[in-house]
């Protein structure tokens, strides 16, 4: 049996494949990308239903191809999903789907790696794991183990029918969390959301989205967080339109915020008393956004309207005056909880050393320390953005160049 072969395998077909195949495809370097469901396939079904993009749809993309929509729109998971099979139509990507790999393993002794897939096996001298960085949903141990609510994390909630009747507590208040509450009180549930430390930049300030401020100042490109704010999480939200997430107007609008869920015991939930103190630290972050964006339009002379209403803060709900530290849930009606609390990834079909600490991949910029294999779309890869659509493009550039760079010494020949 003749075994196929190519340069390089990319593993996954969300942004993170399509931008590499895009690179690759410039570079004149052969390869495929093997997905194993559909392209796209988180933004298609592993979102809620009414998720828009966190950033309009000029920003949230490639360069090389616009969205249907009005710039300034923030675009639907569809939409989104829509968007990358366009773009590896455009493009003409050599794409497989439904076509899942089980394992990589160096071939013994040689150059390249064996990789085997639920359609045969492939022979490959890269490896591009962009399998994504939201995949396997985290539910801390502190969850309840008794069957009274209902449990589900951020990623299998889809709308509020879903739900049994009742109230619902929606544990951590990123951007998932934050939108799931914000729609849950909307359909008239009583809802409480329980608040970490978070970042909450403006929506918009001055007549620019964040992301064009995030952009300006250089935010999205900052390589890593400072280390005391590695558990941030940031609150942003394109849904209705997009919004500042404002914790006080969520509060204001019936949901009660709570601090940070601790434990659960005897049917009641108690929280850390740390409740004012996160929403105060979101606070100082927004309002720093709105300093810096000031500082630079002084700087560049740019003339772009006041916004003193951005300054106004509401006033503090009875949640944040008087913090709930304790909770019965069966006295608060609480029937479901979603926790909203984050994603790690799995890499067990990659079975050379490329894992370290916490089993995160050693990587430098994506380029792992097993030459010859290189990650994608990781969180922080090479930056903020490196997550997210714009900024998962600019990291598949570099990778591609790392691969080319290897191919030219590989193809070195001594003269004769
Ligand atoms: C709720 C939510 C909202 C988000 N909103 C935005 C936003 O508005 N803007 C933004 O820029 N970013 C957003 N992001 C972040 C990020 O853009 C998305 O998570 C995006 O889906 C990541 O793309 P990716 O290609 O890196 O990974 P994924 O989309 O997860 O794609 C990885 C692909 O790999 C496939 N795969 C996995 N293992 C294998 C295997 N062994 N063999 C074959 N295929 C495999 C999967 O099926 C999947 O299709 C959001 C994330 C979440 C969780």
């Known amino acids: 049996m003749t075994i196929e072969k190519t340069d390089t395998l990319v593993v996954g077909a969300g942004q993170a494949g399509v931008a590499m195949s895009e690179h690759l495809g410039k570079l004149g370097i052969p390869h495929i990308v093997v ?71 160096r071939k013994a002794g040689q150059e390249g790696f064996i990789v085997e897939t639920s359609a045969g096996t492939i022979e490959a001298k890269h490896i591009v794991a962009a399998t994504g960085a939201f995949q396997t949903p985290v539910i801390p141990p502190i969850a309840p183990v008794d069957d009274s609510p209902l449990q589900i994390h951020s990623a299998a909630y889809r709308n509020p029918d879903q739900l049994p009747e009742g109230a619902v507590m929606v544990i951590g208040a990123g951007s998932s969390g934050a939108q799931i509450a914000d729609e849950l009180r909307r359909s008239g549930r009583e809802v409480y959301l329980s608040v970490g430390a978070h ?3 403006p ?10 401020w995030l952009g300006v100042l250089g935010l ?27 914790f006080r107007a969520l509060a204001h609008d019936g949901i009660t915020l709570v601090g940070m869920t601790k434990a659960f015991k005897n049917g009641s939930v108690t929280f850390e008393d740390d409740l004012v103190g996160n929403v105060e630290y979101g606070d100082k972050n927004y309002l720093g956004v709105l300093d810096q964006a000031d500082a630079y339009i002084l700087k560049h002379g740019l003339d772009l309207p ?24 069966k006295e608060a009606g609480v029937s479901s909880i979603i926790w909203a609390t984050g994603y790690s990834q799995d890499f067990s079909w990659i079975k050379e050393d490329v894992l370290g600490e916490n089993n995160k991949p050693k990587h430098s910029r994506g380029v792992s320390s097993e030459p010859g294999i290189y990650f994608l779309g990781l969180p922080w890869q090479s930056r903020r953005g490196s997550s997210f659509i714009w900024g998962v493009w600019h990291d598949a550039k570099y990778i591609a160049d790392q691969i080319e760079i290897q191919r030219n010494y590989q193809a070195y020949r001594a003269p004769e």
Not at 203 to 212: Q, V
Not at 220 to 246: C, F, M, N, Q, R
Not at 314 to 324: A, F, G, Q, W
């Open 199 to 201: 970042d909450r930049p």
């Open 220 to 246: 999205w490109d900052v390589p890593a967080l400072e280390p005391d704010k590695e558990h941030l999480t940031i609150s942003v939200s394109g849904a209705y339109g997009g919004k500042t997430v404002d």
């Open 306 to 329: 006041e916004d003193p209403e951005a300054r106004v803060q509401l006033s503090d709900p009875e949640c944040l005056s008087n913090p709930v530290l304790e909770l019965d849930l």
């Open 35 to 105: 997905e194993r469901d559909r392209i796209a396939e988180r933004w298609r079904t592993g979102r809620w239903d009414s998720l828009r993009a966190n950033g309009p749809a000029w920003h949230d993309r490639f360069p090389n191809l616009e969205f249907e929509i009005a710039p300034d729109d923030f675009a639907t998971k569809d939409q989104c999903a829509d968007y990358f099979e366009a773009y590896v139509k455009k493009f003409d990507m050599p794409v497989r789907t439904g076509v899942e790999v089980n394992k990589v393993e």
């Open 203 to 212: 929506r918009a300030y001055r007549d620019r989205d964040y992301c064009w």
